[in-house]
């Protein structure tokens, strides 16, 4: 049963530490989505990679969040320093995007669950 | 803009009773359009698609969602509601120039047995 793997599953931290959130998605899929996830804002898209190549990071905090993918099967987000109001729901997501534009479904993981104190 | 709508925060369905979570759409061009579902602390998970063809797209767990061109709604359905489908239902339509997707804000689904 293929899925998206997230790790941590659950993370609290003192502000001002660095927080790595790893992500590995469906073999195959060449499409990668970071989301935050919060009850103030929603769903907000933070990196979207597109074969490994970051296509979109606008909705990312650039100051003090970084996002990558060293291989195919690796995406990490990074927020350095971690502050309170980091505290939310990160989410990847994959996907095969065989042409731009064309209707392929994204899956999710379970997400990592941040708590900055 | 191209945006998404889902006008209820939270719908409330007695057990064995029709429900309906609506949403509505604004893009230019056709739409392609996501139905997904998220139980409490879990990720979200894929109902079903409208890409082309038929208006009536059936998906898991016996949810129907039916596109509507002229009223640019996909409103979500099943004809018999269980506790079990209590959850956070999100609307998304595929954005026609950066095919992001763009998400409703969720619509909470509350089953009462």
């Known amino acids: 049963d293929a899925r998206v793997t997230q790790t941590p599953r659950h993370k609290v931290t003192e502000m001002g530490q660095e927080v790595t959130m790893r992500c590995q998605p469906i073999?195959?899929?060449?499409?990668v989505f970071w989301y935050r996830q919060t009850m103030m804002q929603g769903l907000e898209l933070l990196a979207y990679?597109?074969?490994?190549?970051?296509?979109?990071d606008s909705g990312m905090p650039k100051d003090r969040f970084s996002a990558e993918m060293p291989d195919a099967t690796l995406a990490t987000l990074k927020i350095q320093p971690s502050e309170p109001r980091d505290s939310a729901v990160y989410f990847c997501?994959?996907?095969?995007?065989?042409?731009?534009?064309?209707?392929?479904?994204?899956?999710f993981g379970e997400g990592s669950w941040l708590t900055v104190v | 803009a191209q945006s998404v709508a889902q006008p209820e925060d939270q719908v409330n369905v007695a057990e064995g009773n029709p429900l309906t979570v609506k949403c509505t759409y604004s893009?230019?061009?056709?739409?392609?359009l996501f139905w997904y579902v998220q139980y409490p602390n879990r990720g979200l998970q894929f109902l079903l698609k409208?890409?082309?063809?038929d208006n009536l797209v059936k998906g898991s767990y016996g949810f129907e969602a039916e596109f509507n061109k002229s009223q640019t709604s996909f409103h979500l359905k099943k004809p018999s509601a269980l506790v079990s489908d209590s959850a956070l239902y999100f609307c998304?339509?595929?954005?026609?120039?950066?095919?992001?997707?763009?998400w409703g804000a969720g619509t909470k689904l509350i089953i009462k047995p």
């Open positions: 997501a994959s996907g095969l995007d065989r042409a731009r534009g064309s209707g392929n479904t994204i899956y």
């Open positions: 990679f597109r074969n490994r190549a970051p296509l979109d």
């Open positions: 073999l195959g899929h060449n499409t």
């Open positions: 409208y890409i082309t063809g």
């Open positions: 998304a339509v595929r954005h026609t120039s950066n095919y992001q997707l763009i």
């Open positions: 893009v230019s061009g056709n739409p392609y």
